[in-house]
């Protein structure tokens, strides 16, 4: 079984702060696929990152970023700087590569960015 | 390329009408799912197809009918509806999401049982 947990429900910070978005999962299978969705207030889910559970190299773009532990079952998403347009609900996501099931999601980050 | 597609946006039903949720993509992905989206939850699946003529039950499948009958389409019926239907509904499609392809979703349709 696989298990997505997104303990933090709601996060409020003030514009220019930085902000991580914490995701645990679990999982059996030693090949798996992380996932992180932004969902705008408009509704739409936009795909963000993709990580592969033998690539623990963490990734930056632009002011967004991706720590991914395997250690701790962990691949935390941090917003530098963050604006406005950053509000939103954040999904992280699971996938296992020996399933043609699709995701699992955690339950969101609902994050609000004050002006 | 539209993507992925849904209609309707919005629906209204009563307790115990039927309806069908249309879904299309034209990015001849052999992969696609039926999510619902309920606060707090996050996205469960409700069923899922790996290809035209095949299609799987996912976490919330009681209630819900699907069939696969061409690559490009991949409807879900409501058989009777109850108002713990309420919900947004979203498809998706995938290349091969088991490989770690992303899902492209369609923007959901929200309905609202009374």
């Known amino acids: 079984a696989q298990k997505v947990t997104q303990a933090q429900t709601e996060i409020s910070v003030v514009e220019k702060e930085d902000v991580t978005l914490d995701c645990v999962y679990e999982t059996r299978d030693t090949t798996y696929y992380l996932f992180w969705y932004k969902q705008p207030p408009s509704g739409e889910l936009v795909f963000l990152i993709r990580?592969?559970?033998?690539?623990?190299q963490n990734e930056i773009s632009g002011r967004y970023s991706w720590n991914f532990q395997k250690s701790t079952s962990s691949f935390n998403f941090t917003i530098t700087a963050s604006q406005v347009v950053d509000s939103a609900v954040y999904f992280c996501a699971l996938s296992a590569a020996g399933s043609a099931r699709q995701l699992t999601f955690g339950s969101g980050t609902q994050l609000t960015v004050l002006p | 390329n539209a993507g992925v597609t849904q209609t309707p946006k919005f629906q209204v039903l009563k307790t115990g009408q039927s309806m069908t949720l249309q879904c299309a993509q034209d990015m001849n992905h052999e992969y696609m799912s039926w999510y619902r989206q309920d606060p707090g939850m996050g996205l469960r699946l409700i069923h899922y197809?790996?290809?035209?003529?095949?299609?799987d039950q996912g976490e919330v499948p009681n209630g819900y009918n699907v069939s696969r009958s061409t690559t490009e389409d991949f409807p879900l019926r409501l058989l009777s509806a109850a108002p713990s239907q309420t919900s947004v509904y979203f498809c998706a499609s995938s290349y091969a999401p088991n490989l770690g392809y992303e899902q492209y979703f369609g923007p959901g349709t929200r309905l609202t049982v009374t």
């Open positions: 197809s790996v290809g035209a003529g095949i299609t």
């Open positions: 990580r592969n559970s033998f690539d623990e």
